[in-house]
């Protein structure tokens, strides 16, 4: 079979492109087709570390896993991570290229252009279809110059589109016909359908609204897709995922607060807490206080460590955590969370900003100096002699006293390395480790730590039985014959 591409482009961020494209790549798995998932750029800090020691968008790691083939750099060979003052640090095929205000960027992207196309020849060739994903809104023709992300890619591999609105959000209508009417001519013609995302109630009453998108447009009605309430299951990718609203949880007895800082990062690794039913996952946004009743508070990782610390004192829950912890609460740092609760971390470099120094929270006996090299590798060892498989994803070097009693042993070469730092009491804990609490054995040891009853979640079983509900779902409501016949 020829290699095949098709292109899923969204009126605007969040309409479900990333979900589509993972429903997708599992439907046509299922069907017996080698399926790759390609995102030419992306911006995202929730990343994922791949076999070869790189790094790629979240949701292009759950793609492939939803493909059942490992994650390539390949498949999202532009990953922007959002930071400071100094903008986003540029990754190229999973290797950091150094950092970049917007305006740089947009004169740093049509260099960036050969190693896109370089990408996804690699995989067009070890696929018989690649589902590629778009970014933001098609219709930022603001953007368009030089653009490598939705129709300046899909003009230069000649790829055909498929556009996606939300009907969640309102004026889908016009948003689908909006998007068309501001695009050139010669852009809007590689639109071959569109697909309208996250409807609600009974179909038939939209049926005029479909018949009047494709009327205006002259594009394929190829599915309405009723909104999916289990996506909640599946790891999100965009921060925008923070802001929906918390699901009750009345049979909740632990309280775990989270402090959500402007740039935090891998925030994924809540998602196995908040799928438990015993667990009430707390988001405290700025002008909030960290509860007093929490059982533990977790610090979440960050793109910019420093930056981020600066926010946590001036919204004042510095003071709120030392009292927590006066309370006999307990703490969890994880990655950037680590770094702050040390004693001090340096920036010699300027790295994240200006080079200099801070004081941490000093709730640990340990001192961090961020460094160039970034750490990216999957691991496994032990915590509290139980096992866990996870990854490290951080820039920066973690030593002091406090490592004396480190957190877990990891698995190495030459045998067991200690990792993370523990405080004298016991309370505070920070470790580089990501993706802790989606192994159920760990898991299960911080529910009982708190003192929470067993947990019957299979979180990683859970995952993949919700990839293929998705799979199944979109059988259902959209063409998939016909997606594969018009793509190229």
Same mark, same amino acid.
Request: glycine share 12%.
């Given at each position: ?65 939803? *493909? ?68 933001? %809104? ?46 050139? @001519? ?25 018949? @009047? ?55 994924? /690794? ?5 799928? @438990?039913? *015993? ?38 829950? /510095?003071?709120?955590?030392? *009292? ?32 200099? %120094? ?19 590798? *999957? ?110």
């Amino acid at each position: 079979m020829t290699t095949r591409a098709l292109m899923f482009q969204g009126t605007g961020s969040d309409v479900g492109k990333s979900l589509i494209v993972a429903g997708l790549a599992r439907a046509f798995t299922q069907r017996g087709l080698r399926v790759r998932p390609f995102k030419p750029q992306n911006m995202s800090n929730n990343a994922a570390v791949t076999p070869d020691g790189g790094e790629i968008g979240r949701a292009q790691a759950l793609q492939a896993r939803a *493909a059942g083939v490992p994650p390539s750099v390949h498949m999202n060979p532009v990953l922007l991570k959002p930071q400071s003052e100094i903008g986003a640090q540029v990754v190229v095929q999973g290797r950091a290229r150094g950092n970049a205000r917007a305006s740089e960027y947009q004169a740093l992207k049509p260099a960036l252009m050969a190693a896109v196309l370089e990408s996804f020849e690699t995989l067009r060739a070890q696929a018989d279809l690649v589902l590629v994903e778009g970014a933001g %809104s098609a219709s930022e023709i603001n953007l368009r110059a030089g653009d490598i992300a939705n129709m300046g890619f899909a003009r230069a591999a000649n790829v055909p589109v498929v556009l996606i609105g939300d009907i969640d959000r309102g004026g889908v209508i016009a948003s689908l016909v909006g998007t068309g009417a501001v695009l050139p @001519e010669d852009d809007a013609s590689m639109i071959r359908g569109f697909l309208v995302n996250r409807f609600r109630g009974d179909p038939a009453l939209f049926a005029p609204g479909m018949a @009047e998108i494709a009327r205006r447009t002259g594009w394929e009605p190829l599915g309405l897709i009723p909104f999916f309430p289990d996506a909640r299951r599946l790891p999100a990718e965009d921060a925008l995922a923070l802001d929906a609203p918390a699901r009750p949880k009345p049979d909740a007895t632990l309280r775990i607060a989270v402090p959500i800082l402007p740039r935090i990062a891998n925030f994924d /690794d809540l998602d196995p807490l908040e799928a @438990e039913p *015993a667990v009430e996952v707390m988001r405290i946004r700025p002008g909030g206080a960290l509860p007093g009743d929490a059982d533990l508070v977790i610090l979440p990782g960050s793109k910019s460590t420093i930056a981020d610390l600066e926010d946590f004192r001036r919204h004042g829950w /510095d003071i709120d955590l030392l *009292a927590h912890v006066r309370r006999g609460g307990q703490v969890l740092g994880l990655c950037g969370g680590y770094q702050m609760l040390g004693r001090t971390i340096a920036d010699p470099d300027g790295i994240e900003g200006q080079p200099g %120094s801070v004081a941490g929270l000093g709730l640990l006996d340990v001192e961090t100096v961020l460094s160039g090299d970034k750490r990216l590798v *999957a691991i496994t060892g032990t915590a509290a002699d139980i096992p866990f498989a996870g990854y490290e994803m951080h820039m920066g070097v973690t030593q002091g006293p406090g490592r004396t009693r480190p957190f877990a042993q990891i698995d190495g070469p030459d045998g067991p390395m200690p990792e993370g730092a523990v405080s004298a009491d016991g309370r505070v804990i920070g470790t580089y480790a990501h993706g802790l609490f989606a192994d159920d054995r760990q898991r299960a040891h911080w529910l009982a730590r708190l003192g929470a009853a067993p947990s019957p979640l299979a979180y990683e079983t859970g995952v993949e039985e919700t990839l293929d509900a998705l799979a199944a779902h979109l059988e259902r409501h959209v063409d998939l014959d016909r997606l594969l016949e018009l793509a190229r």
